[in-house]
């Protein structure tokens, strides 16, 4: 299925797949520091709750 996704001519070109992945990349790199603390929020109040118990 996936062989034929690729192989399809009216699917994404390669050059656009890498093109998106850089984009996602990018974003990441730029946006790490907010990823990183909604990431540990999350965490910290999941141990809080934990404590709670």
Do not use: P
């Not at 994404?12 to 907010?34: A, I, M, P, Q, Y």
């Amino acid at each position: 299925m996936l062989k034929a996704f690729l192989l399809d001519e009216e699917a994404l070109t390669s050059v656009e797949v890498v093109l998106l992945l850089l984009v996602l990349v990018g974003l990441v790199l730029v946006f790490k520091n907010e990823i990183t603390g909604i990431i540990d929020g999350v965490f910290q109040k999941i141990r809080h709750k934990e404590q709670q118990m």
